[in-house]
C-alpha cells in the first residue's frame, strides 16, 4: 500500500501501509497527529494493529512513548537478557538501544511518542531513570489514564480515540512548571542537523557548563550527551541507508570510522545488521521506516 496522507476534522493523519494485506494475518501500523496545542510535546500518536495470534519482533532505538494497550497482552526485552510484562498503560522510558517485543493477538495498540520536551512537561523526572525500562502508566498518571483506556476499549474508532488522548493529555501538561524549553530546542536542533553532533557544539551553544548540559540531556533525554550523539547518528544512517539503497560508505558519511565500527552501532541501535535491514527488514521495521516521508512529523522523530 503506498502511502497516503488524508486531511480532515481529526487533523492529518497518514496510513504507512500494512504487511499482509490479502493474506491471512496482518500487521498495519497509522499515525496521526494530536491536537495544535500538544505539540510541542507530542511527535504523533500511532495505532498498531495485528490479527496474528503471536508477533514477535523488534524496534529501533526511540524517544518515550505512553502505549495503551486496548487489545491483546505483551511483554518487552531490553537487552539479552531482562525482559518486562507491558502492563496494560505502559510508559516507556527513552530507548538506547534496539527493543524487542512479544504480543499476543489479536491486538490493538494506541501509542504516543513523547518528544523530550514532552517528558518535561508530562513525568517531570529524571528520563535516566526510567531508560530501557517500562512502568505501569496508570500508577504514574493517576486513575485518569485508565478512563481513557475504557473510553478507547468502548469506542475505538480512531477519531474517538485521538479525542480521548487528547483530553487526557491537556490534563496532564497543564500547569506543568518545570521544562527548560530552550535546552530541548537546542538539543533537537543539535542532533539532527549534523551527521555526527559534537558534543562539545553543544555545550559551546547552551553557553553553560558540560556538566550542566549533561544533567539536562539525562533528565529530558534520558541518556548523555555522548550517547546521544551515537543513538542519533546510527539513526540518521539507518535512514538514510533504507530510503536510497546506498552503500555502507556513502550512508555512513564520515561519522562512522570504519565499516566494523558502523555495522557494530547500526546493530545496537536498530537491531538489525546493515544487510537484513535493507534487504529483509523485519514487518514492523519496514512500517516504522515508512515515517520517514510525514514532513509534518518534527524533525527528531524523522531521524528515530
Aim: glycine content about 8%; aromatic content about 10%.
Amino acid at each position: 500500500m503506498l502511502p497516503c496522507v488524508l486531511d480532515g476534522q481529526l487533523g492529518s493523519w497518514t496510513d504507512v501501509g500494512n504487511i499482509g494485506a490479502g493474506r491471512a494475518s496482518t500487521v498495519s501500523l497509522r499515525y496521526f497527529a494530536p491536537a495544535p496545542e500538544l505539540r510541542r510535546f507530542i511527535a504523533a500518536y500511532y495505532i498498531f494493529q495485528t490479527d496474528q495470534p503471536r508477533l514477535a519482533d523488534l524496534v529501533r532505538a526511540d524517544m518515550a512513548q505512553l502505549r495503551f494497550m486496548v487489545q491483546g497482552a505483551g511483554c518487552y526485552g531490553f537487552g539479552e537478557d531482562r525482559f518486562a510484562g507491558a502492563p496494560e498503560i505502559s510508559l516507556l522510558g527513552p530507548t538506547t538501544a534496539a527493543t524487542a517485543f512479544d504480543v499476543e493477538g489479536p491486538a490493538l495498540v494506541f501509542g504516543i511518542a513523547i518528544l523530550p520536551m514532552g517528558w518535561g512537561a508530562l513525568v517531570r523526572e529524571d528520563a535516566s531513570l526510567f531508560a530501557d525500562s517500562v512502568v505501569d502508566g496508570a500508577a504514574m498518571f493517576g486513575a485518569a489514564t485508565a478512563e481513557t483506556l475504557d473510553a478507547l476499549r468502548h469506542d475505538p474508532r480512531p477519531s474517538r480515540m485521538i479525542a480521548a488522548v487528547d483530553r487526557l493529555l491537556r490534563g496532564l501538561v497543564d500547569g506543568s512548571d518545570w521544562m527548560p524549553d530552550w535546552f530541548a530546542l537546542l538539543a533537537d536542533r543539535w542532533l539532527t542537523d549534523a551527521p555526527s553532533p559534537s558534543v562539545d557544539a553543544l555545550v559551546r551553544e547552551a553557553g553553560v557548563s558540560g556538566r550542566q548540559v549533561e544533567r539536562l540531556a539525562r533528565r529530558l533525554y534520558g541518556a548523555p550527551p555522548k550517547l546521544l550523539a551515537r543513538k542519533y547518528r546510527a539513526l540518521r544512517a539507518a535512514s538514510r541507508f533504507a530510503a536510497t539503497g546506498m552503500g555502507w560508505a556513502d550512508a555512513a558519511g564520515d561519522a562512522f570510522y570504519d565499516q566494523s565500527h558502523f555495522i557494530r552501532e547500526f546493530k545496537r541501535f536498530t537491531g538489525h545488521t546493515p544487510c537484513q535491514f535493507q534487504r529483509e527488514p523485519s514487518a514492523v521495521t519496514r512500517l516504522t521506516l515508512a515515517r520517514r516521508h510525514l514532513a509534518s512529523l518534527p524533525r527528531l522523530a524523522l531521524v528515530s
